[in-house]
Nanobody, 118 residues
Framework: QVQLVESGGGLVQAGESLRLSCAAS????????MGWYRQGPGKQRELVAT???????NYADSVNGRFAISRINARNTVYLQMNTLKPEDTAVYYC????????????WGQGTQVTVSS
């Protein structure tokens, strides 16, 4: 069992930055692809970014060039640096861990609210 705890959300103005953190419990952090997803008001949950244990990243087109995902395996932590935030980035952001060995095994954090005012 893996528990994910997000932190770092808040209220910012358009153009500002935030960094989200996700701390994972348990061992074998490196067998998980880590990701950030978000769900805006009235919208479906969508992928923001993912990162493999060796650092390969993938981004949604809407955040590419503005957001950066990173991880420190020794600390069981993944980050999402969000720059040049826009009002449309307003959402609850969720941390996700997906086991590369058992693809059906995945875990979610409780979510952290990010609100960007115009």
């Amino acid at each position: 069992q893996v528990q994910l705890v997000e932190s770092g959300g808040g209220l910012v103005q358009a153009g500002e930055s935030l960094r989200l953190s996700c701390a994972a419990s348990g061992s074998r952090f490196n067998i998980f692809i880590m990701g950030w997803y978000r769900q805006g008001p009235g919208k479906q949950r969508e992928l923001v970014a993912t990162i493999t244990s060796d650092g390969a990243t993938n981004y949604a087109d809407s955040v590419n060039g503005r957001f950066a995902i990173s991880r420190i395996n020794a600390r069981n932590t993944v980050y999402l640096q969000m720059n040049t935030l826009k009002p449309e980035d307003t959402a609850v952001y969720y941390c996700n861990a997906r086991n590369i060995l058992v693809r059906t095994q995945e875990y979610w954090g409780q979510g952290t609210q990010v609100t960007v005012s115009s």
